[in-house]
Antibody
Framework: QVQLQESGPGLVKPSETLSLTCTVS??????????WGWIRQPPGKGLEWIGN???????YYNPSLKSRVTISVDTSKNQFSLKLSSVTAADTAVFYC??????????????WGQGTMVTVSS | SSELTQDPAVSVALGQTVRITCQGD??????ATWYQQKPGQAPVLVIY???NRPSGIPDRFSGSSSGNTASLTITGAQAEDEADYYC???????????FGGGTKLTVL
């Protein structure tokens, strides 16, 4: 079955760029019914959608983060990545990658990675 | 509008029925999707579309919608249902996704 695994540094300095990669196994990132997304969750708080990407590289970003976010896809490696620039302590969170199933008529983040904690601190 | 509003906390007696609601203008156009999250774990999809459950989700979980309000109903709540529940949908533009603030369900 399809599995997602986040990877990247667990500690990032303020003002630097946070970079995470999600590796998709057990299925192709180029499947037409799926988008690939990033969601974060600050400690003790709720979920926040960051953005999605389609294998064709169409991207959709949270308007509140758009100026700092870049999501890209590497179909040859079956991976997609997140870059969040100019980070502050407020960006400290568990970051999840997830598959967005969109067959038409509805959407669902049906498969999630285990999440990776990223702390912004000097 | 890009907001989905949930009650912060709800409680239910063991074996009773509980409804968790999610309000937002975009729900007039898009279905809500519901996720369960237990402490230290990733969210798990429980309801999608009009009222569909992924394989492995008990049939005591159901979804419904009316106007700008979507509901997740647990009929005969069990101790293992104690968790945070989040709704999710597209916003009114259709090009962004948004999560509700989450509802902490306590099973008494």
């Amino acid at each position: 079955q399809v599995q997602l695994q986040e990877s990247g540094p667990g500690l990032v300095k303020p003002s630097e760029t946070l970079s995470l990669t999600c590796t998709v196994s057990g299925g192709s990132i180029s499947s037409s019914s799926y988008y690939w997304g990033w969601i974060r969750q600050p400690p003790g708080k709720g979920l926040e959608w960051i953005g999605n990407i389609y294998y064709s590289e169409s991207t959709y970003y949270n308007p509140s983060l758009k100026s700092r976010v870049t999501i890209s896809v590497d179909t040859s490696k079956n991976q997609f990545s997140l870059k969040l620039s100019s980070v502050t302590a407020a960006d400290t969170a568990v970051f999840y990658c997830a598959r967005l199933w969109s067959p038409g008529g509805y959407d669902a983040f049906d498969i999630w990675g285990q999440g990776t904690m990223v702390t912004v601190s000097s | 509008s890009s907001e989905l509003t949930q009650d912060p906390a709800v409680s239910v007696a063991l074996g009773q029925t509980v409804r968790i609601t999610c309000q937002g203008d975009s729900l007039r156009s898009y279905y809500a999707t519901w996720y369960q999250q237990k402490p230290g774990q990733a969210p798990v999809l429980v309801i999608y579309g009009k009222n569909n459950r992924p394989s492995g989700i008990p049939d005591r979980f159901s979804g419904s919608s009316s106007g700008n309000t979507a509901s997740l109903t647990i009929t005969g709540a069990q101790a293992e249902d104690e968790a945070d529940y989040y709704c999710n949908s597209r916003d009114s533009s259709g090009n962004h996704w948004v999560f509700g603030g989450g509802t902490k369900l306590t099973v008494l």
